[in-house]
């Protein structure tokens, strides 16, 4: 594992147009597509190579999701012709989970400014006792 236990999930994406295009043409229900989409992250997340979502095991997730046989493989398919996935990756892995949005890489201002309210604070919270 990479060292985060965590990916970013962007608001709108159970309702995004494009997954409701992949449930029509792969003939999937649009809660199966995003249960795919779902593992596929988790698992694009967990790679040592983030973003990498290896070799998908299709019956096993139909299994697993309780998917009629060959869904998993049909909404599969059609994310890669939507250009969601792409030669085994997440399409756009590092645009979708920056490491960070801050410019900045340090956290010292933030902290200085934090510490500083504190000390503020900390006198008015002691003249209430």
Same mark, same amino acid.
């Given at each position: 594992m990479a060292g985060m236990d965590w990916f970013r999930w962007h608001h709108g994406a159970v309702t995004d147009p494009k997954f409701q295009l992949v449930a029509k043409k792969s003939k999937a229900g649009l809660p199966a597509v995003i249960?795919?989409?779902a593992y596929l992250l988790e698992t694009a997340s967990?790679?040592?190579d983030r973003g990498c979502i290896g070799d998908v095991d299709c019956e096993a997730l139909d299994c697993l999701f309780g998917l009629d046989d060959g869904i998993t493989k049909a909404i599969l398919s059609e994310m890669q012709e939507r250009g969601l996935?792409?030669?085994g990756r997440i399409c756009a892995?590092? *645009?979708r989970?920056? *490491?960070r949005e801050r410019d900045d890489?340090?956290?010292t201002d933030r902290v200085k400014a934090?510490? /500083?309210k504190q000390? /503020?604070?900390e006198p008015c919270n002691a003249s209430e006792t």
């Open positions: 249960a795919v989409w967990q790679s040592d996935v792409c030669d892995w590092e *645009k989970q920056p *490491k890489d340090k956290s934090f510490r /500083q000390r /503020q604070v």
